[in-house]
């Protein structure tokens, strides 16, 4: 800017400085020219009133240093002539100057030389005898007079750039200056040209505009990045070149990516062929998917193109870790088996015994001990479908109605109705500790007391014991099962409470165990958001606890 303004006031001078020289020379030009010619005419009328009374002899006495002085006759013939020689000179007749003064009594003209440095200017009078004075002077053109300034026309002009220059500089930065100092983040606070304030309030007013856009849309990337970033799900969002535009902390947990990784190309990330192939599938079809494992554990990618005026922006890709439902899946179809299988057991008992007695092949004795069986495994399926419903109602996380439970009032219970099966291996039963109340479903802690204990007798030694504790503590309610039975090796510890699953089967046939007890006590647990702790060696024993959060 400051550059421009120099060169428009460096333009501006000189273009004033020659308009002004022009202007000067040619007004002086004109104005001494008129003044001369005035000048000639005053001379002309002396002559020529000199010339009718003292004749040719005057003419010839005269100094024609400046001047030259013609006598012409009326036919056109040169009389006198100061600077030639007349019988020399041609007739002048035709001459424009003396064809006026033949005519009018005055003629001028003005006749250019050949190098257009120099004119003459020609003035007449027609004498009283006919005949015609003329007097003429040379002078110098403009373009002589400028050619002879060319000089001090020069070194004027320098002079006057050089001043230009030095004022145009001056000026320049002085204009610049306030703009250079122009706090542009705050327009309104300078104190500049006034001129300037429209401009400054409309940046005010951009800036302005500016700031809410940025607000509006920093509000919008805080609440995208705090979704994204507090989505279990990992997400991807790729540009039409496959590049990284975001990617959340799931995703980057899931592919094992610790650096900031916008900008890369994805496939660098993750190169399986599976990624690539459903990548080059979701270019073509809009959308793709795929099931695969990673840190063990399954998940489900799901990529979708996004598409805005006919053509591609981005891809989206999403994986969804799946594990939970597989392996729901994989327990269903176990359990449906499991089920199945333990259905299958004593209908087939019920009805075997149910057609030989049919047939006619049991004797009158044994049929006492056949309706026997066929009770006994038609109560252990009651039972069995009993469970099956509790678990059911557990897994459905149905609402049930909760009181103040005193779990040392159920372990009481619970050992009254399991006397006669303790007294049969010879089990001592125990119950020492605090109340241990609870705000809870009855039914519920009736199973996880019932269970609990049920599977210490069942797995005890002959002549062993069971010691039930409830213990309070400040915020938690302890119930633990003690036996001295025949334990469990840590590689079954977790397993155990899974549905159907037995440490020992031949064991659990005798007993008549259905597989589900231990499976209703971590749902049952689960729902009153407490926590199992299990330990157990084999040959040793096994102390299971329950701990209950009473401020839940």
């Known amino acids: ?91 002048h007749a035709d001459r424009e100057e003396i064809k006026e003064a033949l005519t009018y009594g005055t003629g001028s003209s003005m006749r250019q030389s050949s190098t257009l440095t120099e004119q003459t200017i020609y003035e007449a009078t027609r004498l009283e005898d006919g005949s015609v004075l003329r007097i003429s002077v040379s002078r110098a053109t403009a373009i002589a ?58 940046i005010h007013s951009q800036h302005k505009e500016i700031e809410y856009q940025m607000w509006t849309l920093q509000q919008k990337q805080d609440e995208f990045e705090q979704i994204t970033d507090n989505m279990k799900e990992a997400m991807v969002l790729l540009d039409s070149n496959g590049r990284i535009i975001s990617i959340n902390p799931a995703a980057k947990k899931l592919f094992g990516i610790n ?11 993750d190169r399986k062929q599976d990624m690539r192939q459903a990548i080059n599938e979701v270019k073509d079809k809009g959308q793709a998917f795929f099931y695969t494992k990673k840190n063990g554990r399954n998940y489900q990618f799901d990529l979708s193109r996004i598409d805005a005026d006919g053509k591609i922006h981005g891809i989206v ?73 509790r678990l059911s109602q557990l897994d459905e996380g149905v609402d049930m109605p909760r009181e103040d439970v005193c779990l040392r009032n159920i372990a009481e219970e619970v050992c009254e109705t399991l006397s006669d099966a303790a007294k049969m291996k010879n089990i001592s039963l125990n119950i ?12 519920l802690l009736h199973e996880i007391v019932y269970n609990l204990c049920d599977n210490a007798i069942k797995y005890n030694r002959e002549g062993g014991s069971v010691d039930i504790s409830v213990e309070e503590k400040a915020g938690t ?10 334990g469990i090796s840590s590689e079954h510890q977790e397993k155990i409470f899974e549905r159907f699953y037995r440490v020992d089967k031949s064991h659990s046939k005798q007993s008549g165990g259905t597989g589900l007890g231990l499976s209703i006590v971590k749902h049952a647990v689960q729902y009153h958001h407490g926590k199992i702790i299990i330990e157990s060696e084999p040959d040793k024993g096994t102390t299971i606890s329950v701990l209950f959060d009473t401020t839940v």
């Open 1 to 91: 800017m400051t550059s421009k303004i120099f060169k428009s006031i460096i333009s501006v001078a000189a273009a004033v400085l020659m308009a002004s020289l022009i202007i000067i020379t040619g007004v002086l030009y004109h104005y001494f020219g008129n003044v001369q010619e005035e000048q000639l005419k005053d001379e002309l009328s002396l002559a020529a009133s000199a010339a009718e009374l003292l004749g040719e002899d005057y003419l010839a006495g005269l100094d024609y240093d400046r001047y030259r002085l013609t006598w012409v006759d009326a036919d056109g013939n040169v009389v006198f002539d100061s600077h030639a020689d007349k019988s020399s000179m041609e007739n």
């Open 145 to 202: 007079l400028v050619l002879g300034m060319v000089q001090p026309i020069a070194f004027v002009i320098a002079i006057a750039f050089c001043l230009s220059g030095w004022l145009a500089d001056r000026m320049a930065k002085r204009v610049v200056e306030p703009l250079n100092k122009l706090n542009l983040d705050k327009p309104m606070e300078n104190d500049v040209y006034e001129e300037l304030a429209p401009l400054l309030r409309r």
């Open 259 to 269: 650096i900031d990784c916008v900008g890369e190309d994805f496939l660098t990330i």
């Open 317 to 389: 890709i999403l994986a969804f870790d799946i594990t939970e439902q597989v392996n729901a899946e994989k327990h269903r179809q176990e359990f449906t088996a499991n089920v199945s299988h333990e259905l299958k057991t004593p209908l087939q008992t019920i009805i075997g015994s149910a057609e030989l007695m049919e047939n006619g092949i049991v004797k009158e004795d044994d049929i006492p001990r056949f309706v026997g069986r066929i009770r006994k495994e038609a109560s252990r399926l009651v039972i069995l479908i009993d469970d099956i419903i």
């Open 432 to 443: 020492s500790g605090d109340d241990g109340v609870i705000c809870g479903v009855r039914r």
């Open 477 to 486: 309610v302890c119930f633990s099962v003690k036996d001295t039975g025949i």
